[in-house]
Structure formats: structure tokens, C-alpha cells
């Protein structure tokens, strides 16, 4: 048996896939702008708004842990270059952030779930913007904390960090499971916790940077980590 009080969970193609959410949720944004503000899609495609996106990033690091500011934003600049006003520019967001959420899980994360939440509390780690509490599975998860939340991203500690305020439980008694070499797994090493890179794809590690305490291909092989089947 193992001394874990907290397992963490990765959103992002951890526990739903991530691109066909985004591109779901950036047609319906897109889509709401052809509607409600044509001039700016006459000028620019769903490609050049996007690319519009990336430039701000990169000249605004400040934004960089918060992907929902750095939308609104990049709004707010499209307005001004229109020389419209910032009313509609929540609504637009509000649209895109509502589409994001709408997430189709992974067929091994209910069952898993189900198996851990009578022995864990269970947490949601993300750099993104994803919210499991819009979810169909929210009421398994006791705790999320983000990157915004946090002020910086993973891997940086800070997000970990900010988990173990939340809870109170110290780092070695968390395990945080997720799909991103670098985000996930040295993230959760910098901060002192053990991990599980969650390997769907079954590519096998190639990493230099840190090696993994565990490797599974599915959540399922995760119980057998846990010593719960």
C-alpha cells in the first residue's frame, strides 16, 4: 500500500482530449464574431485571429499563466482596432469559454474515479482554462487549481505549491498524474511530488530532463499503482 492522501489529475488530454474541445470552441467564437461583429471577420480569418493571439503572448509575457486574460485582450485590441467599443467584448469571450468546457472524457476516468474517491481526495491541476466543475464529473473532485489562480504555470512549483495550501496535505503524500513530460512530470518533480506520466499514446519516454516515478497507458493501470486492483 502507498502513504498517498491526495491524487491530482491533469485536464488536458489526460482526461478528455484537448484539440478536438479547442477547435469545437474556437468555431463556435469564430462563428459568434461573424454574427455579431463582421467587419472584424471580413478582415481577418479564424487563422489570423488566432496568429493575432500568439503575437500578444509573446509580447505580453505577464499574460502568459492566464490564457483567459490573454483572450479578453486580444478582444480588447481587436475593438480598438476597429475603433469599437469593449461592450461585446465579454460576451465574445463568455462564448468561446462556455464552447471550451464542453468536454468528451476519456471512457477510463469515470471508472477510475469511482475507485479512487472513497480512499483520495482528488484534485484538478491545469495550465488552462478548462473548469472541472462545469463538468459531468465535477463531484468527484474535492479541489482545482489552475495557473492562473497560481501566477505561474507548470512547471513551475508554484501551481503544485499552491495545491498543497489548499489541502494541507504535504508533497509526499500526492500524486499527480498527467500526460505532459514537461509540464506534468517535471512541474511535480520541481515540487517534490511523485507522478505517473500518463502515456496514451504509448510513445515511451524520451525526456533527458527528469525521468518519471511511474508510466502508465491508460488510468486503469493506475489503480494497479495504487495497489487498488
Known sequence: MNNYKLICFDLDDT??????????????????????????????????????????????PSLVHDISKLRIQSLYELADEFNDDRAWVMDAFNTFYQARQQVNFFDDVAPVLEKLK??????????????????????????????AEAGKSKPDPAVFQLLQQKTGVAADSILHVGDHPCDDIEGASRAGIRNVWLDRQQSGWSSTSVEPDYIAENLYQLLDILGLE
Open 15 to 60: 482526461l478528455w482530449p484537448c484539440m478536438p474541445t479547442i477547435h469545437y470552441a474556437e468555431d463556435i467564437y469564430y462563428q459568434w464574431l461573424q454574427q455579431y461583429k463582421p467587419a472584424i471577420t471580413e478582415k481577418y480569418s479564424a487563422t489570423d485571429i488566432l496568429e493575432k493571439r500568439r503575437n500578444l503572448r509573446e509580447r505580453t
Open 118 to 147: 472513497p480512499v483520495f481526495q482528488i484534485a484538478a491541476v491545469t495550465n488552462g482554462n478548462a473548469d472541472i466543475y462545469t463538468t459531468e464529473l465535477a463531484d468527484f473532485f474535492d479541489v482545482a487549481v489552475s495557473a
